[in-house]
């Protein structure tokens, strides 16, 4: 299947920038699978139109502060070149956690990555945390070495710098309220870069009406990951190749 095939034209103004007051005011789409009718509904009628004998899967995946906006602090070499230093040191990086592959080494997208070189350093902050490049991959996506320069730790230091991870069709900076009200209420396991957005209407309330309804639940754990933000870059659908996440 060709990617223009699956083309459709939505409207700027139907994408909504902020989320509505209550999470579970959110319209819900009500499809019956015998007659493939649809109605209009919201997301608060929804334990109503349960049977009660459902098991409902919830992700608890819990989005992490992903983005990082830094600076280029030159390279790890004993004596580099004052024009490679100055370059270094004037340059804006955005760093985006895609995975942790072990104790203070992420798996990262980095901008603008193709003047980002294995050895090179980026400073976060007040230079209280830096990156080192350690490996590169391909579209952007480098390994990274986190250390900090004060004294909280590296994990400290991302939540304190880092940035909530919105949508590219959120077209705005984050805010301190994202940090709350971009995680589900069931949120709980650290490591996902985006939430898991079908459950981001839920509210407690709603759960204790679907317990009462006889609904039971579990729960399982999938980090969202770069696949969310990562564009297809092919014209056949096939040959994209889909980034791997943890559950």
């Given amino acids: 299947m060709r990617v223009d095939e699956l083309y ?58 992903a983005r990082l906006f830094g600076r280029r602090a ?33 798996e990262a997208l980095v901008r603008p990555g193709r003047k980002m070189q294995v050895g090179e350093r980026v400073q976060f902050g007040d230079g209280e945390l830096e990156a080192e490049i350690i490996s590169r991959g391909e579209l952007g996506i480098r390994n990274v070495r986190f250390s ?35 995680q589900t209420v069931f949120a709980r396991q650290a490591g996902a870069v985006a939430a898991p957005t079908a459950g981001l209407h839920f509210t407690p309330e709603i759960l204790a009406k679907l317990k009462e309804r006889g609904c039971e639940f ?17 014209e056949i659908l096939e040959e994209h190749k889909i980034h791997s996440e943890a559950y």
């Fill in 8 to 65: 459709y034209e939505l409207p700027e103004e139907l994408i909504a920038q902020r989320p509505l007051e209550r999470r579970d005011a959110s319209r819900l789409l009500l499809l019956d699978r015998r007659s493939g009718r649809g109605e209009d509904r919201q997301f608060c009628e929804l334990p109503g139109l349960l049977r009660g004998n459902e098991l409902i899967v919830f992700n608890n995946a819990r989005v992490i502060p």
């Fill in 148 to 182: 900090s320069n004060n004294e909280l730790s590296v994990e400290q230091n991302l939540e304190k710098l880092g940035h909530v991870p919105l949508p590219p069709y959120i077209d705005r900076p984050d805010e301190d309220a994202d940090r709350e009200r971009y």
């Fill in 218 to 234: 579990c729960e399982i754990t999938l980090d969202v990951g770069l696949g969310t933000f990562q564009p297809v870059h092919t």
């Fill in 74 to 106: 030159g390279v790890h070499s004993q004596k580099p070149s004052r024009k490679t230093v100055r370059e270094h040191l004037t340059g804006n990086v955005e760093v985006f956690l895609t995975r942790k592959l072990q104790e203070n080494v992420w």
